[in-house]
């Protein structure tokens, strides 16, 4: 295999290093974001990746023209770097970057399982392109009479799908147990290791398609959250004005009695009642239509009655006249006492 420009690590060299950090991460019991050792692994093991993934597309070992029998078998393991890098790129714990990494491993397991079609390694379905949310702005329109239909179509077909997957996952999975120490030590012939390899990739191509679905799920949930976040513009501003703090007095309902009330509380300010709207108003709290009318000082019950009465009449309020003329009239045919038996014998 060709070496760097730099007289670097080897191709094989690069992807065994990068292999096997990613083996160590998945073998890990502490998380991802446990200690800056685990971020630092996976910051190695993209790094080698990458530069292996640089050397094969200068080497140009694959293209979509030929055929899988045209691979070598020893180049076949290669196929695996994008699939690689997309899941160490989703071991990165930069919140603020998420976004960022999920859109990045969906773009190198995207390119791994195309490479997979083109070969025609495995039967299955490739995923949309783009994230959710970056379709063309063309697509059908929601809501027609067979959306729910063909909803409910989909996750059928969906579901199905992951059950085979699964199923051809756990076999895969044995088999590679199986063949793995024979392969890697060495007494393999081509046949076998070529076989081996093609296993790992149709492994590969499972663990693609279930990480492409969990990451379109969360850049939904991210994306989403995003638009929560924006700050909304208010129709007017909803700052509370900062007043100052009032006093303490003696609230009094005229002049008199605050004269009383403050010749007996030096320490304490009197104010009337009418003074008090008057300040509230120049402070802004109320407005001259949500004041109170208040009577004149010194007006009595009866003559605020006898005041209410003579505006009914001003008003012409034809019910009061109406029930006065019906006494009046009731008064004429029923004298005083009318009725009373109590004290006749």
């Known amino acids: 295999m060709a070496e760097g420009s730099e007289g670097g690590p080897r191709l094989a060299e690069l992807l065994a290093a990068g292999r096997r ?62 699939a690689l890098l997309g899941s160490l790129t989703l071991k990165q714990v930069d919140l603020s970057r ?26 299955f379905q490739l995923p949309p392109a783009s994230p959710p949310g970056e379709e063309a702005a063309g697509g059908p329109a929601p809501g027609g009479p067979m959306t ?6 989909a996750m059928a077909s969906n579901r199905q799908a992951k059950i085979e997957r699964y199923k051809q996952k756990k076999e895969l999975e044995n088999r590679l147990a199986s063949m793995r120490t024979f392969v890697e030590s060495g007494q393999a012939d081509e046949e076998q290791t070529r076989e081996f390899y ?21 850049i939904v949930i991210l994306r989403s959250r995003g638009t929560a976040k924006l700050p909304s513009a208010p129709p007017h501003s909803t700052a509370r004005q900062v007043r100052a703090p009032m006093k303490p007095f003696i609230l009094t309902r005229d002049a008199a009695q605050a004269k009383v009330f403050g010749g007996g509380y030096p320490g304490l300010p009197t104010m009337t009642v009418d003074d008090w709207y008057d300040q509230r108003r120049r402070q802004g709290v109320m407005s001259a239509q949500s004041m109170p ?53």
């Open 293 to 345: 009318q208040r009577t004149p000082a010194g007006t009595t019950d009866e003559e605020l009655q006898a005041q209410q009465q003579e505006e009914k009449d001003e008003n012409d309020d034809e019910e009061a006249l109406q029930r006065a003329r019906n006494w009046d009239d009731w008064k004429d045919t029923h004298p005083r006492g009318y009725g009373n038996r109590q004290n006749m014998g």
């Open 198 to 218: 093609i296993l790992q990739i149709q492994k590969w191509i499972n663990t693609s398609l279930e990480e492409i679905e969990s990451i379109d799920q969360e």
């Open 98 to 123: 998420r976004l960022e990494h999920l859109e990045s491993a969906r773009a190198h397991f995207g390119r791994f399982l195309r490479l997979c079609r083109s070969y025609g390694l495995g039967s």
């Open 21 to 82: 950090l990613w083996e160590e991460l998945e073998a890990g019991t502490e998380p991802s974001s446990a200690a800056p050792a685990v971020q630092e692994k996976v910051r190695q093991g993209l790094d080698a990746l990458q530069r292996a993934a640089a050397m094969v597309a200068q080497l140009e070992l694959f293209s979509e023209n030929e055929e899988l029998e045209e691979i070598t078998s020893a180049d076949l393991k290669y196929l695996l770097l994008p």
């Open 148 to 153: 729910a239909q063909s909803s409910l179509l």
